[in-house]
């Protein structure tokens, strides 16, 4: 049986924009980086009657490091570039974010994926580092548990809505 490959762009965020009580999540379009580390916090010793070192993993800071060419009218660049030019802090500087696996579709639902969501906190770190484009970098660091469930998206996979998997 031939092995598929899954690859980068099967894999896509989308940003989380709060209205009118609603939450939408729009395709993060646009991003030249967007790796996520899971950054793991160790506990490691070493036992006298033992040559060797033991480690346990016992939780995890996961973060995204990101980079963008800033696009005019996209609603996720114009969320996340006021967040950091008016340098918001706190939960303001929060939001929430979808990550869809279009290669785990949901059979027998259209358009319909595995999907994870997340609260993140929006780090800048730079802007203008380029003479191509304007760009903005930074990170984005976990501020809350993983919640597993379901995306479906719009024809032009746009825009996304989340639903938690039964039994949170």
Not at 141 to 155: L, N
């Amino acid at each position: 049986m031939p092995r598929t490959l899954v690859k980068r762009s099967d894999k896509v965020a989308f940003f989380g924009n709060v209205s009118n009580e609603t939450e939408t999540f729009n395709r993060m379009r646009g991003f030249t980086t967007f790796s996520q580390s899971k950054n793991p916090k160790e506990y490691s010793r070493q036992y006298v009657d033992e040559e060797f070192e033991t480690t346990d993993v016992t939780g995890y800071s996961p973060s995204y490091d990101f980079g963008f060419d800033q696009y005019k009218d996209d609603p996720v660049h114009n969320e996340m570039v006021e967040i950091l030019d008016d340098e918001k802090t706190g939960t303001e500087a929060r939001r929430n974010m979808v990550v869809v696996d279009f290669s785990q579709p949901i059979e027998g639902k259209a358009n319909t994926y595995k999907a994870v969501k997340r609260e993140w906190a929006i780090i800048g770190d730079a802007e203008g580092d380029s003479m191509d484009a304007y760009t903005y970098s930074g990170n984005m660091r976990a501020t809350s548990k993983r919640i597993k469930g379901t995306a479906t998206t719009s024809s032009n996979d746009s825009v996304a809505a989340f639903t938690a998997d039964s039994g949170l």
